[in-house]
């Protein structure tokens, strides 16, 4: 049966225009008024003020106009859309004139959620989410229903498709137990350390350069680049630990249970079959402290930060391996990841010949400063040799890199859509390769590459599968 979406919709539309609605407000406004002459002006300053208005009246007299006009249009696409869903597909259809019906086989459906966000909250309503097989794709137009009727709807898809039922009321019983200490230790440990170290070089060069010019002037430019780059690091720490404040994670048979977030809560029921991968992550603060954060890649969701499928926030090895044992037993696995033989190490070396290069033909224009370079690329040419590992069995492959943060991937071989070996530059010489992954994901993460290795050893790799 057809049904439409909860009309609380029209406001939710009507909220995320509002600053487009302001903006061409004002912008009709400040355009008549340039385009009349100066007695035409002086004559509607005196009209407006003989109506009790002035320009900022007049402006909010054009927003709310434009307010009635768009609440217009909002209910008439809400009238015109309808929701529906037989034992095959979900059907959404919009329009009148223009009608587009989208279908969605339920054959192609991954996971379906519900997220509310704070309005939705207070209004007591819910936003279907559906994310599909296929990889990255996600259905993202709104689908608005009560709370009551949003679950009902998950669950008869859910139970249409074969998928377990899980009962969104119930409270989650988190494996591992957070609290905002814990929460503000995730903000503290995802820190990406290097950016900082940029953003800070960038602008101690901005104020040298101003604070050349000894006028006040100078002071408040200096000050400037300083809130530019503040301003978004504190932003991302608030929007962080709003967004996975209460974080909570469970297994309950053959789904892991997710549920997180203040403003916007996010609560997932994720089928382990839909598990592509596993990352296990570590900035570089995270390894001096023994902190480990776990990632699944999967179909659907991911794609944006707000929705990154983790589940788990930074905790210690003891906690990790909790995790592992009980929410991804699949997973578990005692293979040993090892680094290759030297030979890997001279292509490393021999890899970055170029910048060697550069800093001996720099030598005389520098006063031998250039020479740094050299220690520097070598350092960095051991740092990956002893950081890219790999391993694996007949079952599991475990690829592991990063100099400064580090990211060890888990990737069963029945998840893998394309696996192949690709040789680089100098790559013939010392008869290596590296290791390339695909497996269906967010289009953002379905990807992995090793580092280098002897080309017999991802020969080995390849067999198997």
């Known amino acids: 049966m057809k049904t439409r979406l909860h009309p609380s919709i029209i406001l939710e539309n009507l909220f995320s225009s509002l600053i487009f609605i302001v903006f061409i407000g004002y912008y009709i406004i400040m355009q008549m008024l340039g385009d009349l002459s100066e007695n035409n002006i002086e004559n509607t300053a005196q009209t407006l003020l003989s109506l009790g208005l002035g320009i900022y009246g007049l402006i909010i007299l054009t927003i709310i106009i434009l307010l009635i006009i768009f609440t217009i249009y909002f209910w008439i696409k809400w009238k015109n859309t309808y929701f529906s869903f037989n034992d095959d597909s979900v059907i959404i259809e919009k329009g009148k004139l223009f009608k587009k019906i989208t279908t969605i086989h339920l054959k192609d459906i991954a996971t379906i959620n519900i ?3 704070i309005l939705e909250k207070i209004l007591g309503t819910s936003n279907i989410k559906i994310d599909l097989n296929t990889t990255g794709e996600t259905y993202n137009g709104k689908l608005i229903f009560k709370e009551n009727k949003a679950i ?24 591992v ?31 040298i350069l101003i604070m050349e010019d000894s006028k006040p002037i100078g002071i408040v430019f200096g000050i400037l680049p300083l809130l530019i780059i503040v301003f978004p690091l504190v932003w991302s720490f608030i929007k962080t630990f709003l967004g996975y404040y209460n974080f909570k994670c469970s297994r309950e048979n053959n789904n892991i249970k997710l549920s997180y977030g203040a403003l916007t809560t996010y609560k997932y029921s994720l089928p382990i ?3 592509n991968a596993v990352i296990i992550h570590q900035t570089l603060q995270a390894r001096i402290l023994g902190y480990y954060l776990i990632e699944v890649v999967n179909a659907g969701i991911g794609e944006n930060e707000e929705e990154k499928t983790i589940i788990s926030l930074y905790v210690k090895e003891n906690e990790k391996n909790i995790i592992m044992n009980e929410i991804l037993p699949e997973y578990k696995n005692e293979i040993e990841i090892k680094k290759d033989n030297k030979d890997t190490l001279k292509h490393y070396i021999t890899a970055k ?4 290069i550069i800093s001996i ?18 350092l960095i040419a051991l740092l ?7 391993g694996n069995n007949n079952n599991i492959i475990i690829i592991s890199k990063g100099i400064i943060n580090k990211k060890t991937t888990i990737i069963k071989y029945s998840n893998i859509e394309l696996i192949q070996s690709k040789q680089k530059l100098f790559s ?12 269906v994901g967010p289009m953002a993460n379905n990807s992995f590459i090793s580092g280098l290795f002897k080309q017999q050893t991802i020969e080995n790799i390849i067999n198997i599968y």
């Open 177 to 207: 137990k957070y609290d905002n200490f814990d929460v503000l230790k995730h903000l503290f440990l995802s820190i990406n350390i290097v950016s900082i170290i940029i953003l800070v070089i960038i602008y101690l060069i901005i104020l």
């Open 115 to 117: 997220k509310r966000n």
């Open 428 to 439: 013939h010489f010392f008869k290596t390769k590296t290791l390339q992954i695909n497996v």
């Open 353 to 356: 010949i170029f910048w060697i």
């Open 152 to 175: 009902e709807i998950k669950n008869e898809i859910l139970s249409k498709t074969g998928k377990e039922i899980i009962n969104e009321t119930e409270e989650i019983e988190s494996t």
């Open 384 to 390: 990956q040799y002893n950081t890219n590992k790999i």
């Open 361 to 378: 033909i720099l030598m005389p224009f520098t006063n031998y400063i250039s020479l740094i370079l050299i220690p520097l690329v070598l």
């Open 273 to 275: 079959k839909k598990i």
